[in-house]
């Protein structure tokens, strides 16, 4: 039987065996971890690895951010909105829900009006080319020997103007182009659209009859909460006789679509008429409908309405007011052009307006290009200075000052007036012109700002 002393000895040498073997373990097991977590950290993606020496965090955008940005060499202004890296998918819809009531439809300044033409056509939509492929307009003046291109332009590179569509050579019958260029209008708070009108069936030379996009249009506009009035051609045969013919189809077939267009005058509301080369018919058969005494007057019925004339000479002021027109607008967006289009005519015109209770609605652009349908009309030509001369042309409506704003134009590409998105391109020997430096959407965001200053009735 072992001693006492011999048991002392065993348990103290065991104790010290287990001691040892479970501080190795512990080493062993320690070893192994640092060794397995330093491993699979190497695993881990680099957006969700912790960074450190003052790197920040990875924030990856969704899909859908990154095919919603283009840079200004796309000709798409990329309206960033700095994000900071760390707001959450609440507060980056609540920025987007904020931006959206900004732009929404019940802020669109209605005193706003942009002249637009659906005159545009694809071999997709409607079988051939319309517009796109304008012919170079020969010299208007006789003495002119000089040389100049003629012929036809080949769309779809190849089209008659100085700027190229973003959109594309687009034809007017797509509805999601229209779709497109309405909600650029809303975006940019303009609140009526003035389409270029032609009577069922008729059109100018280069394009197709345009009446059937007025229905469509008004569905649209009522999406976006814009108002729809119409810009009367010069159609063929245009008298006050079948002017009159025409207020009554208008009246039947858009009058009471809740986007058609109307002003308050009185106690009533009425729609509003552009009429263009109004001066082509004399005052005194413009009176027989606009006069209450006329023998076709329209005064008091069911077919009254805003009728604004086209104010080209100093002439036309006193030939507006006899013919007995509620105002007069300007057009033409190259400074100097006429005398209604020329700035410093426009506080007289203002003034004389006022004095006369008439309405005076001058017409801003843009700049003024269109040598590529008119080749031998550079003289007329306006550079847009990068913004410069349109805001100058806003300032000094403005200040005139004005109540109503017209913009020419949203999309006369042919002249070079369009606000619509421009892109850079080169097309054989031609460079088309851009907006560069800035983006395609620099001109709709001027609109923005200016028609924003007009509702505030602020000038800076």
Same mark, same amino acid.
Not at 97 to 122: D, P, T
Not at 147 to 156: D, L, R
Not at 398 to 412: D, G, R
């Given at each position: !039987?072992?001693?006492?002393?011999?048991?002392?000895?065993?348990?103290?040498?065991?104790?010290?065996?287990?001691?040892?073997?479970?501080?190795?373990?512990?080493?062993? +097991?320690?070893?192994?971890?640092?060794?397995?977590?330093?491993?699979?950290?190497?695993?881990?993606?680099?957006?969700?690895?912790?960074?450190?020496?003052?790197?920040?965090?990875?924030?990856?955008?969704?899909?859908?951010?990154?095919?919603?940005?283009?840079?200004?060499?796309?000709?798409?202004?990329?309206?960033?909105?700095?994000?900071?890296?760390?707001?959450?998918?609440?507060?980056?819809?609540?920025?987007?829900?904020?931006?959206?009531?900004?732009?929404?439809?019940?802020?669109?300044?209605?005193?706003?009006?942009?002249?637009?033409?659906?005159?545009?056509?694809?071999?997709?939509? @409607?079988?051939?080319?319309?517009?796109?492929?304008?012919?170079?307009?020969?010299?208007?003046?006789?003495?002119?020997?000089?040389?100049?291109?003629?012929?036809?332009? %080949?769309?779809?590179?190849?089209?008659?103007?100085?700027?190229?569509?973003?959109?594309?050579?687009?034809? /007017?019958?797509?509805?999601?182009?229209?779709?497109?260029?309405?909600?650029?209008?809303? @975006?940019?708070?303009?609140?009526?659209?003035?389409?270029?009108?032609?009577?069922?069936?008729?059109?100018?030379?280069?394009?197709?009859? /345009?009446?059937?996009?007025?229905? +469509?249009?008004?569905?649209?506009? !009522?999406?976006?909460?814009?108002?729809?009035?119409?810009?009367?051609?010069?159609?063929?045969?245009?008298?006050?006789?079948?002017?009159?013919?025409?207020?009554?189809?208008?009246?039947?077939?858009?009058?009471?679509?809740?986007?058609?267009?109307?002003?308050?005058?009185?106690?009533?509301?009425?729609?509003?008429?552009?009429?263009?080369?109004?001066?082509?018919?004399?005052?005194?058969?413009?009176?027989?409908?606009?006069?209450?005494?006329?023998?076709?007057?329209?005064?008091?019925?069911?077919? @009254?309405?805003?009728?604004?004339?086209?104010?080209?000479?100093?002439?036309?002021?006193?030939?507006?007011?006899?013919?007995?027109?509620?105002?007069?607008?300007?057009?033409?967006?190259?400074?100097?052009?006429?005398?209604?289009? /020329?700035?410093?005519?426009?506080?007289?015109?203002?003034?004389?307006?006022?004095?006369?209770?008439?309405?005076?609605?001058?017409?801003?652009?843009?700049?003024? !290009?269109?040598?590529?349908?008119?080749?031998?009309?550079?003289?007329?030509?306006?550079?847009?200075?990068?913004?410069?001369?349109?805001?100058?042309?806003?300032?000094?409506?403005?200040?005139?000052?004005?109540?109503?704003?017209?913009?020419?134009?949203?999309?006369?590409?042919?002249?070079?007036?369009?606000?619509?998105?421009?892109?850079?391109?080169?097309?054989?020997?031609?460079?088309?012109?851009?907006?560069?430096?800035?983006?395609?959407?620099?001109?709709? @965001?001027?609109?923005?700002?200016? /028609?924003?200053?007009?509702?505030?009735?602020? %000038?800076?």
């Amino acid at each position: !039987m072992p001693t006492l002393r011999w048991v002392a000895v065993r348990l103290k040498r065991t104790a010290s065996s287990v001691f040892l073997i479970s501080f190795v373990t512990f080493i062993l +097991v320690c070893c192994f971890s640092y060794i397995n977590n330093k491993s699979v950290g190497n695993k881990i993606h680099p957006a969700k690895r912790k960074t450190f020496n003052n790197e920040q965090n990875v924030h990856i955008l969704p899909a859908s951010k990154f095919a919603s940005l283009k840079t200004s060499t796309s000709g798409v202004i990329h309206r960033g909105i700095s994000l900071n890296q760390t707001q959450n998918a609440n507060e980056e819809r609540k920025l987007e829900e904020s931006l959206n009531q900004k732009r929404g439809k019940n802020n669109l300044n209605y005193k706003v009006h942009v002249f637009y033409y659906a005159w545009y056509g694809s071999p997709e939509f @409607d079988g051939r080319w319309w517009h796109w492929n304008h012919e170079y307009i020969p010299p208007w003046d006789k003495n002119d020997h000089k040389v100049y291109p003629t012929g036809a332009h %080949v769309p779809p590179e190849d089209v008659g103007a100085n700027f190229y569509p973003e959109l594309g050579p687009y034809s /007017s019958k797509d509805t999601k182009i229209l779709d497109e260029h309405l909600k650029m209008m809303a @975006d940019a708070n303009i609140g009526v659209i003035s389409i270029s009108w032609y009577p069922p069936g008729q059109a100018d030379e280069n394009g197709p009859p /345009s009446d059937g996009s007025v229905p +469509v249009l008004l569905e649209i506009a !009522m999406k976006y909460g814009l108002k729809i009035c119409l810009h009367v051609e010069p159609y063929e045969g245009r008298s006050v006789v079948n002017f009159r013919k025409h207020l009554k189809y208008v009246y039947e077939t858009y009058g009471s679509h809740p986007a058609y267009y109307k002003v308050k005058r009185g106690s009533r509301n009425l729609p509003l008429f552009y009429i263009y080369d109004s001066y082509r018919i004399t005052p005194e058969e413009w009176q027989r409908i606009f006069s209450s005494r006329g023998d076709l007057s329209v005064r008091n019925t069911e077919l @009254d309405a805003v009728f604004i004339a086209l104010l080209v000479e100093y002439k036309h002021r006193f030939d507006i007011k006899k013919a007995g027109f509620d105002g007069f607008y300007t057009y033409f967006a190259s400074n100097g052009f006429s005398y209604g289009s /020329s700035w410093k005519n426009w506080k007289s015109l203002a003034s004389y307006a006022f004095k006369n209770s008439l309405i005076f609605i001058p017409s801003v652009g843009p700049g003024y !290009m269109d040598t590529r349908v008119r080749a031998w009309n550079s003289k007329n030509t306006q550079p847009r200075r990068n913004g410069v001369y349109y805001e100058t042309a806003w300032r000094t409506a403005l200040a005139a000052p004005s109540k109503y704003v017209s913009v020419t134009s949203f999309n006369e590409w042919h002249e070079g007036t369009q606000i619509e998105p421009a892109i850079p391109l080169k097309c054989g020997n031609y460079t088309y012109e851009s907006y560069l430096p800035r983006s395609s959407r620099f001109y709709l @965001d001027l609109t923005e700002k200016w /028609s924003t200053l007009l509702a505030n009735k602020t %000038v800076s």
